[in-house]
């Protein structure tokens, strides 16, 4: 069983950046990968991006490619998510989630068997 805390939220201006993390315990980090989506209210739960288990290959949804960066350090147990060039579209719930069998592409939430609670990313000005 795996517990994930996700922290960095906030309020940001457009253009402006953030870095997200979470945090993992309670199993083995590096036989995860991990994941990372975004909800709105009444929408559904979007893929954002997801990160291979030792961290050597990325994928990203065509919304933030080229402006996210997901990266992981297996040694800490943290999964990090760096936003720049934020826009007010981008603004969600943002959610870290780690899979037991997917590969590093894996964009449905049904892949994950594991989520955090989510930290808010507000992007206005």
């Known amino acids: 069983q795996v517990q994930l805390v996700e922290s960095g939220g906030g309020l940001v201006q457009p253009g402006g950046s953030l870095r997200l993390s979470c945090t993992a315990s309670g199993g083995t980090f590096s036989e995860y990968v991990m994941g990372w989506f975004r909800q709105t209210p009444g929408k559904e739960r979007e893929f954002v991006g997801s990160i291979s288990r030792i961290g050597d290959n990325t994928y990203y949804a065509t919304s933030v490619n080229g402006r996210f960066t997901i990266s992981r350090d297996n040694a800490q147990n943290m999964s990090y998510l760096q936003m720049n060039n934020l826009k007010p579209e981008d603004s969600a719930v943002y959610l870290c989630?780690?899979?037991?069998?997917?590969?590093?592409?894996?964009?449905?939430?049904?892949?994950?068997?594991?989520w955090g609670q989510g930290t808010q990313v507000t992007v206005s000005s």
């Open positions: 989630a780690a899979s037991a069998r997917g590969g590093y592409y894996s964009n449905s939430r049904y892949n994950y068997n594991f």
